[in-house]
């Protein structure tokens, strides 16, 4: 699977758009770009994911730039409990020839500011 | 409510001792996952199953087995052949074979051995 690269912490004032950038300059053509964000002891929660197009959905929107090389997850009006680390994981389509694993990283860190 | 759950969420243990993690989902998912997780780490994949009667290892299976005797249903024992138990413990699922499908979690088990 293609990796990622993100900054590893980031800080958002409350009520502010959160952006988080994610470079994955070798990713595949058949390969999906996820996020997923975990609060503390807590298991990961699915955001959004998108292949090429644009994607909105009631918690996130996801940008994909055209040459797919990297992507913007973008949180409308962050919360404070939008403190969490978020992955931005590229993998291909399950099928039966791969497990369908997700490869987490490091991830973000985004700290919500009152 | 529709979702993954996993019991107990905090399981202490003996080192020596076979110890069962159970997860359970009721999303009619067909592929189900373990993942572990250490302290500032990424997840990593021990064990996933496609589909019924059908499991196969993952990146790290060595101490660990599983069974799926039911869709609903992937337990994960960690036998005493684990050297090193200790660790948060997430279950997962998706549908199955077709697209890009999201992966859903449960809250986590965190196994402590001593």
């Known amino acids: 699977d293609a990796k990622t690269t993100q900054p590893p912490s980031m800080d958002c004032a409350e009520g502010r758009a959160a952006n988080l950038p994610c470079n994955h300059s070798t990713i595949s053509g058949n390969e999906y770009v996820y996020w997923y964000r975990q609060i503390h002891s807590q298991g990961p929660q699915y955001i959004i994911h998108g292949l090429k197009n644009n994607e909105t959905n009631e918690m996130a929107s996801l940008i994909i730039t055209e040459d797919r090389k990297s992507s913007t997850l973008i949180l409308p009006h962050a919360t404070l409990r939008d403190t969490a680390v978020y992955y931005c994981?590229?993998?291909?389509?399950?099928?039966?020839?791969?497990?369908?694993?997700?490869?987490f990283g490091q991830g973000t860190t985004l700290q919500v500011k009152p | 409510d529709g979702g993954i759950t996993q019991s107990p969420k905090y399981l202490f243990r003996k080192e020596g001792q076979n110890v069962t993690l159970s997860c359970e989902q009721n999303l009619n998912h067909d592929a189900m996952y373990w993942y572990r997780q250490d302290p500032g780490q990424g997840l990593r994949l021990i064990y996933y199953?496609?589909?019924?009667?059908?499991?196969q290892k993952g990146d790290i299976a060595e101490g660990y087995s599983v069974s799926r005797e039911k869709k609903e249903s992937f337990p994960l024992t960690v036998t005493s052949a684990q050297k090193n138990p200790t660790a948060f413990y997430l279950c997962?699922?998706?549908?199955?074979?077709?697209?890009?499908?999201?992966?859903?979690f449960g809250p986590g088990t965190r196994l402590t051995v001593t």
């Open positions: 997962a699922s998706s549908h199955g074979l077709a697209g890009g499908r999201e992966q859903y």
């Open positions: 994981i590229v993998r291909v389509a399950l099928s039966s020839s791969n497990t369908g694993k997700l490869i």
């Open positions: 199953s496609q589909i019924v009667n059908d499991f």
